[in-house]
């Protein structure tokens, strides 16, 4: 372990900070792990945004074991920029987004995440013939790498006779070889222990730093036995689609339309402009449960409910214990009262203009939103 290598734990507890973090990890080399039924499974991240989305577990037999409402430890390993990430959290369950094609499962965002930042640490293996050539007193050095980080490259020799001269002092044009690549770097000369020496903060140009990073990441794929997850199959079976029972204080907004690609393009322009948490569902059949699961605030609904119009739904609607607003194709003849006159408290056509849908749910909702 290199010198500049520490561990202390660093909690996040804002909702922002954490999908930020878990945003920026899943653009990374990086592998999810937890258990099912006390089996161990691996994943990766795909997004995080009001959810975590999850591509399926590998061993898939076991996606279709998960439960809505249960809570799972997480652990997360990834390499993000010159730094490994150990990160850990506990959260629910949600649903499975069968409508995808890459059927990803939802879990709520945790209360809390825990996780370690520490450099990145390589011992290269023997083929990968990483080295260092330079001069001392205008006389060339090989040296075999033993350990490097983005701060320290260790190499061994007995060199204590160069001490008194150089310890500390900056050697320039340093060649460092690594399988892919050749940089021409500088660093500090010091002593680490017996027969063992260290150039330290070597990385000083962005191109440079890239390079490294990119063995970084290529070191932490090739030695993660978890990163099978990346050639599994996705094409078996899920548990039924359910929602996760969460805080009843909360309010929430519901959105409802069979079109996926409506309710990402509703869900993504409130969320960004409102606080009120949103859930999306594109099976109608659903609805009721939800609602007893995600205590709303508002409904958005669409017009057509599979086979049926949202009409012969009018009795239940009524019985919903927040407004309702109502989307429908600009021929039709939709009126509230034909639904529900006490709850239904807008209509918008379609293609759905976020503007004006965003004016609708301010002048129901006022200061609540």
């Known amino acids: 372990m290199g010198i500049f290598s520490s561990k202390s734990d660093l909690i996040l507890k804002k909702t922002a900070d954490i999908e930020n973090l878990l945003t920026e990890i899943a653009s990374q080399p990086h592998v999810v792990l937890t258990s099912i039924l006390g089996e161990s499974v691996t994943t990766k991240i795909d997004k995080c945004s009001q959810f975590i989305y999850l591509y399926q577990f590998h061993p898939v037999k076991y996606n279709q074991d998960l439960r809505a409402g249960t809570s799972y430890k997480f652990k997360i390993e990834a390499v993000h920029h010159s730094d490994r990430y150990d990160i850990w959290f506990e959260t629910k369950f949600v649903q499975s987004d ?26 290269p293996k023997q083929e990968d013939n990483i080295s260092l050539t330079y001069k001392i007193k205008n006389m060339p050095e090989f040296r075999k790498v033993t350990y490097l980080n983005s701060k320290e490259i260790h190499f061994s020799g007995d060199l204590d006779h ?22 021409i770097i500088s660093g500090n000369f010091r002593k680490i222990r017996k027969e ?9 140009s962005s191109s440079t730093k890239e390079i490294i990073e990119k063995y970084f990441e290529y070191d932490f ?51 960004k402009r409102i606080t009120s948490k949103i859930v999306q569902i594109n099976d109608f059949s659903l609805l009721f449960d939800t609602i007893s699961q995600f205590p709303p605030k508002l409904l958005i609904l669409n017009e057509i409910t599979g086979s049926k119009n949202i009409k012969d739904y009018a009795k239940k609607i009524d019985m919903c214990p927040c407004p309702v607003i109502i989307s429908k194709s600009q021929t039709s ?13 807008g209509i918008i056509n379609k293609p759905i203009d976020g503007k004006i849908l965003l004016d609708i749910v301010k002048k129901i909702l006022g200061d609540h939103i």
């Open 196 to 204: 063992c020496f260290a150039f330290e903060y070597y990385l000083y």
């Open 162 to 183: 160069l001490l008194n001269d150089y310890n500390g002092r900056t050697i320039y044009n340093i060649e460092l070889k690594l399988p892919f690549d050749k940089l």
């Open 333 to 345: 003849n939709l009126y509230p009262e034909q639904v529900s006159e006490s709850k239904v408290k």
């Open 221 to 271: 794929i090739r030695n993660n036995p978890n990163m099978v997850y990346q050639v599994e199959s996705y094409d078996n079976p899920l548990p039924e689609v359910s929602y996760q029972i969460m805080n009843p204080e909360s309010k929430y907004i519901i959105v409802y339309d069979e079109k996926k690609i409506v309710t990402e393009y509703i869900t993504e322009y409130l969320s």
């Open 98 to 123: 069968v409508a995808s094609s890459r059927k990803f499962l939802e879990f709520s965002i945790p209360d809390s995440l825990k996780y370690q930042k520490t450099p990145y640490e390589v011992y």
